[in-house]
């Protein structure tokens, strides 16, 4: 069984920052991607940011980069997401998952933006 825990989110000014980790935990495969999907008041889940644990190739929504830098620790079961010029428009639940084949997630983190 595999468990993914988020913490980090919060309330910030627009034009703030906010970091948030994700720590997964239990058995998988060595070759794996993590990364964070957020969904906003009335919007579908979108994918923000990814990584891959093979040779950290990261992939962002276009509406983050620049803004958003996604990473992974030392203990490679750990990704942290950086987010700096925060918008009203990035308030959302952010969701850690790992896809290792299977998808697991987290319970989500709540990032409000206010203006």
């Known amino acids: 069984q595999v468990q993914v825990v988020e913490s980090g989110g919060g309330l910030v000014q627009a034009g703030g920052s906010l970091r948030l980790s994700c720590v997964a935990s239990g058995s998988f495969f060595r070759n794996y991607v993590m990364g964070w999907y957020r969904q906003g008041p009335g919007n579908q889940r979108e994918l923000v940011a990814s990584?891959?644990?093979?040779?950290?190739?990261?992939n962002y929504a276009d509406s983050v980069k620049g803004r958003f830098t996604i990473s992974r620790g030392d203990a490679k079961n750990t990704v942290y997401l950086q987010m700096n010029s925060l918008k009203p428009e990035d308030t959302a639940v952010y969701y850690c998952y790992i896809h290792t084949p299977a998808r697991y997630w987290g319970q989500g983190t709540q990032v409000t933006v206010s203006s």
């Open positions: 990584i891959t644990s093979a040779a950290d190739i990261t």
